[in-house]
């Protein structure tokens, strides 16, 4: 019998604190990298602070389908995070949050900005560089789970990080990609010191603008969520874990400088597929699968 | 204070342009930004694209070669916006008044809500030309607001 509270009253309640957790994180991202340069840095509700201010602003609309694709970006990520909650396929999540990145990207072509232009493409660039970790990754977790489920994770008798700890750490590599930062910050940045301007939210404003920074939210956390079910029987270990690594990517951020594309596809192709083979080679030998 | 004006008070999102300054109102400004004079702290950023900016900050005297540019930038930031004006030559045209190729203060080109003097302007104005600058930007809020109502 299906308990009708942990079956979809739990999952219902995180899915709507996803966009809370996610906008206090980058609020504490700021402060922790503010911190790291010696300054006192915003407030941690800076993040909410700047969406209401997007959504009351007056928007500069350059196509009649970019408030559209805006709003597939953040409802793709939505979804995306309710297949997570819901505990369904892992498949079907990464091609909904590759549907919401073509979203994106299809929104910065949709205007004649060179700056929205090569945002776009390296927005794609990034997206070849992560997603093939992604299904590798998920690849592996069928291994042991024998199940593209994400309720599989949750089947086993000790937690996914012993047995697939590469490849916990080739999705560090993912999270620092889709958070946007440096060494791989190549399609935009949230401060605009670079050349390419905001490069793919360059021609976004005003409430288009909050959507795509409210989808980003949801996105992060969805690859923090992923992370916390390699603990997965235990998820206040997991979310400590995930937590960790997200503090990692800050350190990350701060000491690199930005690579170039080429420098980026080469580091995570070649780092996230040596760790997830590696993991599973180490698994076929020992005999874990 | 409603949440939307109180929102836009603490997020000000800068577009700095420089007009052919000297560079010296742009160091300090600069300045503002480093460990020492913090502005991130009133939650400002230095985003770089008119779109989603609401405060231009602009330094040096407009002039025949870059006042389009400047109208243009103006132009391309959305409603509600300040423009703040850093330096003597961007307030009056400075040592460049009456140069055959200068228009003069930056006001002769796009309306200006403040006046920072100074030549160069110290950090320590430019942040209270600021905060004076964010006072306007919640009374034009208010305004807009009463306006669509």
New interface residues.
Partial sequence: MPDPVSNYALPVLLLAAFPFIGGLLRGID?KIT?HM???????IL?P???V?????????ITSRLQPVLAFGYLGFSLTAAAILVFRLDLLLLLFTVATADVCLIAASFNSKSPYSHIGGMRELLSMLSYEPVMIMSIISIYFVTRSFLVGGMFSLAYPLLLLLPGVFVAMGFVLIVEMKKSPFDISAS????QEI??GV??????YT?AMVELGHWVKMMLILSIMAYFWAPNLLIGAGLALLLFFVSLVVDNVYPRLTWQRMLKTTWTFGFALILANLAALFLLGGV | MD??N???V??P?VLHFNCGSCNGCDIEILAAL??RF?V????A?????P??A?VLLVTGPANKRNFRVLKNLYD?M???KVVIVVGSCGSTGGVFYNCPNVLGGVDKVVPVDVYVPGCAARPEQIIDGFILGLQKLAEK?KKRVEGKK
């Fill in positions: 700021r503010a340069q010696s300054r006192i840095g915003p407030p800076q909410f602070y700047d209401i201010k997007l959504w009351g602003k007056k928007p500069f949230m401060h605009a010191h301007v905001r939210f360059t021609e976004f404003s005003g603008m | 949440i939307m109180k929102a836009r603490k997020s999102w480093t460990p913090d991130e702290r009133f939650g950023i230095n985003i770089g694209n779109k989603q609401d391309q959305p409603e509600t809020g």
